[in-house]
């Protein structure tokens, strides 16, 4: 042992040797800008000049230079444009107002002349050839003269209204590092990399507008004071007592910021900004915010700025930077700059978020377009962390006073589910999909949006969390600030992180580091037995069968829940290497009554209910929530009461649901109610479970039920999936078979007395991108065999598209189904309903089961479906046996929650209890709706109303047109 010890210093010594050799190798490059722009807001257009100086700390002599133009990516043709157009996607951008930049003179000092340069410009790299080769050493000096056409705020920056959030913006040198230029364009997936210099920015904009930027103002004001908000009193009477400063249309404000050792430059600008500002540590902390969202930020913001940069220093390294700036922007979320984030809320975790940034990429200035894990998996980790530290026991906190703020308070409240155990949910729910892929890899070349988000975020701010566990937090904080002080100012690369962990912790982590990065794999340990004996001196010997179900391998923390009550844990398991079963050994104090694997859940099992020892244990909460969450180490149980419910036949009905739930692995839910008056119980069971360890993507769902007049029961099993993780198309397959038993003791009208069994199976294919969306549906259906009481089978195809330009919405539904019978005919209830969707669908609704539940008003409640020709709720129809129809509706946004609807349906009916012989139907009215956007199967959470106000074939008696026609839904 000792031996093997003292060649493990050895080794470790020799890596040691090698890598500091080759940090004395290290360079990079290093720019100054020298800029002066002036915006024209009747133009939305910056023009500006730059004089750069370029110094070459390369051992290479260079022939050419690189330089981005970003906003070129802003046009029809761009690569970004095509990338997004592959995807059916425009990204926002605009064929009549492309974005660019436009070099109208590009002058290179050469000695004592200079050198007028007819650059290439590709996509958004421009080229220059040198006149002269610039040497290892050597200083390169040019000038442009350029003009930005600003775009209307697409993708972190633009113009909206009056405000200007810019950012990449200017023609920024394409850095140089050991690979080698890194000119690569503007793609639709993936980021930036930057060359660390010094920014002298001189801006002129009109008189009224305050700026924000990288740096500190070295010349000029910024607009600050004017608009600065005296916060010893409440805002609104700060307001009120304000007087409006009126400036001069002509006057321009000019204003220099001077930023070192930062590898960009972003500014903001608006007329309509609000200031605050306060200091920690000696770092100056500016908030500029829009007057109107003024509530939300006042005070609070820079509180928060106070307390993030404290976490940041304290558990990562030193804040080089004199100021930052949090600034109000148009972005949907938020984005990162040296010394300035731009954030669309006011949310404490997404200031912890964009802040972190100017730590993990600002300072540590990794490349984005290779390694985009290295800062926004590292600034995830920390801003979960900082959020669980700042508001125990969950994390949810910070967000405001505004109605977000206040949905997060109330989420807070139902919720069972911590920051961190949502985190770990949700990368246990991709990392067994099927679709993971290892995080190392160009961003640019990932298979969708959907896993450059996992890759680059969630995943890697996990491999974080696993290594703190793994190395505990003293340990982990040590070797990450040791990475810090080595590599900030600095290009690290995952290479250059491993080497500085190890370095740090004197410990080889290429295991650790090798399945996070370059695999795809998945971490699921099962305690399989475990048994126990007493030896002589009184302890007891614990043997545990330990089984790796999952792809990765972790030494493991051993927890032992001891007679006493109290806990104990012998040393970590460790003969994890190349071994998928093992029995551990150890000693325990006193007598073991249970044994958890993992119990402070650090490696991200994807399935816990296996790590201990006897029953997975519970938790309840009450189910305010529809989606409460799950507890990563115990099923959830959920209650909901049901205290007011009536029918006719039954009086009062309380009732009780129950739920048990775990993950996305298995969910049951069992609901009962009693009739008062009946003295009768009705209760409905459905088990749902995920079966991806077998094939990913595979659930399989059974039910039974005995309800008012009706018992059932079914299996079914679904298979879904798409090309790409989360995005489009998506494709669904399901099967299985169902058997219903309805009586005639009048509990509801919805269904005829007898027994049907179906088998039945359903493909759909859909697209939804954005404002645009469809799909395509086949099922088919037969009773078959001596279990039913018909003889039937049916085939449906159904068609649905969407679509929505600004206020104005349209939505398309066509559906074909026809039906072959035995003599017997259909059943009521499996025919097609005329006017909206099939008894099944009304069944569900307890309020829906008997037309006399709600006063006879349920032929007023509509659901899409069948034939869906709304307008003939009350005709008395019994239902078609086959059905072509289609509808077709329009909507205008009134308000952000209100959109005003006309619509239309019409179909060819043939139904021989109605009379139908491919009779023509059609209806049309207006209506209006309240909440979120409508679809056709009836599932979202709103409220509309509709009023057919036309037939083309009314009741006999009743006038074509008639305005008093309503239903809802």
């Given at each position: 042992m000792k031996e093997v010890n003292l060649f493990s210093a050895f080794i470790l010594l020799l890596l040691l040797s090698i890598s500091l050799k080759a940090e004395e190798n290290y360079w990079q490059q290093w720019?100054?800008?020298?800029?002066?722009?002036?915006?024209?807001?009747?133009?939305?257009?910056?023009?500006?000049t730059s004089n750069i100086t370029y110094v070459n700390k390369s051992p290479d002599s260079l022939h050419r230079i690189y330089m981005h133009l970003y906003p070129n990516a802003f046009q029809v043709g761009s690569v970004k444009y095509r990338e997004y157009k592959r995807g059916h996607y425009s990204g926002g951008i605009s064929e009549d107002k492309p974005s660019f930049i436009r070099i109208d003179r590009f002058d290179i000092q050469n000695g004592d002349t200079t050198v007028p340069i007819e650059v290439k410009i590709d996509d958004t790299i421009l080229e220059a050839e040198l006149p002269s080769p610039l040497s290892p050493g050597d200083t390169?000096?040019?000038?442009?003269?350029?003009?930005?056409?600003?775009?209307?705020?697409?993708?972190?920056?633009?113009?909206?209204?009056?405000?200007?959030?810019?950012?990449?913006?200017?023609?920024?040198?394409?850095?140089?590092?050991?690979?080698?230029?890194?000119?690569?364009?503007?793609?639709?997936?993936?980021?930036?990399?930057?060359?660390?210099?010094?920014?002298?920015?001189?801006?002129d904009v009109p008189g009224g507008y305050i700026v924000g930027a990288s740096g500190v103002v070295t010349d000029g004001d910024p607009g600050w004071?004017?608009?600065?908000?005296?916060?010893s009193i409440e805002l609104d009477e700060w307001l009120e007592s304000r007087e409006e400063s009126t400036t001069d249309s002509a006057v321009r404000r000019l204003v220099t910021f001077h930023a070192e050792q930062v590898h960009d430059f972003a500014w903001i600008t608006s007329p309509n900004f609000l200031y605050e500002s306060g200091e920690w540590n000696g770092i100056d902390i500016h908030v500029l915010y829009d007057s109107e969202k003024g509530r939300d930020w006042t005070k609070e913001v820079v509180k928060r700025g106070e307390r993030v940069l404290e976490w940041?220093?304290?558990?990562?390294?030193?804040?080089?930077?004199?100021?930052?700036?949090?600034?109000?922007?148009?972005?949907?979320?938020?984005?990162?700059?040296?010394?300035?984030?731009?954030?669309?809320?006011?949310?404490?975790?997404?200031?912890?978020?964009?802040i972190g940034h100017i730590w993990f990429y600002g300072i540590l200035g990794n490349n984005e377009h290779e390694e985009a894990w290295l800062d926004e998996g590292f600034t995830t980790f920390q801003t979960g962390w900082y959020m669980m530290n700042q508001y125990p026991p969950d994390g949810h906190g910070g967000s405001g006073n505004d109605l977000f703020g206040k949905m997060m308070f109330l989420q807070k409240l139902l919720t069972s589910n911590s920051l961190v155990e949502s985190a770990q949910w949700d990368v246990a729910r991709f990392v067994t999909s099927g679709y993971n892929t290892p995080i190392a890899g160009s961003s640019r070349k990932s298979p969708g949006y959907s896993v450059y988000g996992y890759n680059a975020y969630s995943k890697p701010a996990m491999m974080l969390y696993n290594l703190r566990g793994y190395l505990g937090e003293e340990r982990f904080l040590s070797a990450m600030q040791s990475y810090y002080d080595q590599w900030k100012l600095k290009h690290p690369d995952e290479e250059r992180f491993r080497t500085a962990m190890r370095e740090a912790t004197g410990e080889d982590l290429d295991w650790f580091f090798d399945q996070w990065l370059h695999e795809a794999g998945y971490a699921d340990y099962a305690l399989t037995g475990w048994k126990s004996k007493r030896?002589?001196?009184?302890?007891?010997?614990?043997?545990?069968?330990?089984?790796?179900?999952?792809?990765?391998?972790?030494?493991?923390?051993?927890?032992?829940?001891?007679?006493?009550?109290?806990?104990?844990?012998?040393?970590?398991?460790?003969?994890?290497?190349?071994?998928?079963?093992?029995?551990?050994?150890?000693?325990?104090?006193?007598?073991?009554?249970?044994?958890?694997?993992?119990?402070?859940?650090?490696?991200?099992?994807?399935?816990?209910?296996?790590?201990?020892s006897g029953f997975t244990p519970y938790r309840f909460t009450l189910q305010m929530n529809p989606t409460p969450g799950s507890p990563r180490e115990a099923y959830l149980i959920t209650a909901f009461p049901r205290l007011v419910w009536y029918h006719p036949l039954d009086g009062w009905k309380p009732g009780l649901s129950m739920g048990r739930s775990y993950g996305f692995w298995t969910s049951q839910v069992m609901s009962v109610s009693y009739g008062v008056q009946s003295q009768e119980f009705f209760w409905r069971f459905r088990s749902n479970h995920d079966l991806r360890s077998i094939l990913p993507g595979l659930k399989l769902k059974w039910r039974l039920s005995e309800l008012e007049g009706v018992r059932g029961a079914g299996i079914q099993a679904?298979?879904?999936?798409?090309?790409?993780?989360?995005?489009?198309?998506?494709?669904?397959?399901?099967?299985?078979?169902?058997?219903?038993?309805?009586?005639?003791?009048?509990?509801?009208?919805?269904?005829?007395?007898?027994?049907?069994g179906l088998l039945f199976g359903r493909f759909e294919a859909s697209v939804n991108l954005g404002d645009f969306g469809g799909g395509f549906s086949v099922d088919l259906a037969s009773s078959g065999g001596s279990v039913s009481d018909w003889d039937f089978s049916r085939l449906i195809v159904e068609t649905k598209l969407r679509g929505s330009w600004e206020k104005i919405g349209v939505a398309m539904r066509f559906l074909a189904g026809g039906t072959s019978y035995g003599e017997n005919g259909i059943p009521g209830q499996e025919k097609f309903t005329v006017q909206s969707a099939g008894a099944g669908d009304y069944f569900q609704w307890s309020h829906l089961r008997h037309r006399d539940i709600l006063n006879g008003f349920r032929d007023n409640f509509h659901i899409y479906g069948d034939a869906n020709l709304r307008g003939y709720y009350a005709h008395g129809f019994e239902g078609a046996e086959s059905i072509v129809t289609g509808s077709l509706e329009a909507s205008y946004k009134l308000l952000s929650f209100l959109k005003f609807r006309t619509f239309f349906d019409g179909g060819w009916l043939w139904s021989e209890s109605d009379g139908f012989e491919g009779d023509l139907l059609m209806d049309a009215g207006i209506g209006f709706s309240v909440g979120p956007d409508f679809n056709f199967n009836g599932s979202q959470i709103g409220f509309r109303i509709d009023f057919p106000f036309w037939l083309s074939e009314p009741m006999a008696g009743k006038e074509s047109i008639d305005l008093s026609r309503w239903v809802i839904g």
């Open positions: 720019v100054h800008y020298g800029m002066e722009v002036s915006l024209d807001t009747a133009e939305h257009s910056l023009s500006g390169l000096t040019f000038e442009l003269d350029w003009v930005h056409q600003v775009r209307e705020h697409n993708d972190r920056a633009g113009y909206k209204d009056d405000q200007y959030d810019f950012a990449q913006w200017y023609p920024k040198m394409v850095v140089y590092d050991k690979h080698g230029w890194q000119n690569i364009p503007f793609h639709a997936i993936g980021e930036f990399y930057g060359e660390f210099g010094t920014y002298d920015v001189k801006i004071s004017a608009v600065a908000v005296d916060t940041l220093t304290t558990k990562f390294g030193e804040y080089p930077y004199p100021q930052v700036t949090i600034t109000h922007a148009m972005i949907g979320g938020g984005m990162e700059y040296p010394m300035l984030v731009m954030n669309g809320s006011s949310s404490e975790g997404l200031i912890a978020h964009e030896l002589a001196s009184g302890e007891y010997e614990v043997t545990a069968s330990i089984l790796n179900k999952g792809t990765m391998a972790y030494p493991l923390d051993v927890e032992v829940e001891l007679a006493n009550g109290e806990s104990y844990r012998p040393e970590r398991w460790t003969n994890f290497t190349n071994r998928w079963k093992d029995d551990y050994t150890f000693t325990v104090p006193v007598r073991p009554k249970r044994i958890t694997l993992d119990p402070d859940d650090w490696i991200l099992d994807v399935d816990r209910r296996d790590n201990s679904d298979y879904s999936g798409s090309k790409l993780y989360g995005y489009p198309p998506n494709y669904s397959f399901s099967g299985g078979y169902k058997i219903t038993v309805a009586d005639s003791t009048g509990y509801t009208d919805l269904y005829e007395a007898g027994k049907v």
